[in-house]
């Protein structure tokens, strides 16, 4: 049997690509080998302020990404190295860059417009209650403002947009504190968290207070406590609430823009 191989390298990639001859069956059969190997360099460390950012144990931010726990271990210690099936899991799930994770540069989040540009189909309105989820014309205060009780369970209508079909309402968005993420007038997917003991640090979240509070921000969990973030820093400051205080948690999912 003869081998024949070489590496192709892309920035923080490399392929290696190689074949081999072999004879089978008095035939001379070639199969063809290709691995995708990246650059392990800093890799541990940008993962790692992943693990810190949302305050899981190693186990548990393993297991939601969908990694196994016993090599996630070994590979943040550098005894097994990352691989391209590693990287793609935590850019989806996180939302988090692959160019950050690779090389560290540039913004860790992914902006809405590349979020966008992955979706592939546009939302389209149904009455069909059987098809997509549904649309309760309720807004969401962006701004920490009371909103006025509204508990209809009659949808106005639903709306099918498979890369958000898990979410369990939409709703409307009102005021400008996440402003450019979310904007007054964009509909939002929102999905119900049963637990909120432990909520992912940086991600977006709908809360609802015991007194009818409500509001969207980013969130900073503190254990005890709720550290609400806008993204508009322009006459919008934090807020920091009693997690007893809080009735109901919604992730928001993603958003439809409105312009």
């Known amino acids: ?46 993962i790692n302020v992943l693990v810190n950012e949302t305050g899981m144990t190693n186990r548990r931010f393993a297991l939601s990404v969908g990694i196994d726990p016993s090599g996630f ?99 409307t968005s009102k005021g400008n504190s996440m402003y450019p993420t979310i904007s007054g007038g964009d509909i939002i997917a929102m999905k119900k968290i049963e637990d909120f003991h432990i909520l992912m640090n940086n991600e977006i979240y709908g809360i609802v207070t015991v007194n009818g509070l409500r509001t969207i921000k980013r969130v900073k969990d503190n254990g005890d406590t709720i550290t609400l973030i806008p993204d508009n820093k322009n006459g919008y400051d934090e807020q920091t609430i009693e997690k007893k205080d809080v009735m109901h948690v919604f992730q928001v999912l993603g958003c439809i823009k409105m312009f």
């Open 73 to 171: 271990d070994k590979k943040t210690k550098g005894t097994q190295p990352w691989t391209v099936n590693d990287v793609n899991k935590l850019s989806e799930k996180l939302r988090v860059r692959k160019g950050w994770l690779l090389d560290g540069e540039g913004q860790m989040m992914k902006a809405p417009d590349e979020i966008l540009d992955q979706i592939p189909a546009k939302p389209t309105r149904s009455y069909d209650a059987r098809a997509g989820v549904p649309f309760f014309n309720v807004e969401f205060e962006l701004g920490f403002d009371i909103l006025g009780t509204d508990n209809r369970n009659t949808p106005d209508y639903m709306i099918d947009f498979k890369p958000y079909n898990t979410a369990d309402c939409w709703c």
């Open 1 to 46: 049997m003869q081998k024949y191989g070489f590496i192709w390298k892309l920035p923080n990639i490399s392929i290696k690509y190689g074949y081999y001859l072999k004879v089978i069956n008095g035939n001379l059969k070639k199969f063809v080998k290709m691995a995708l190997k990246i650059n392990q360099d800093g890799l541990s460390e940008r």
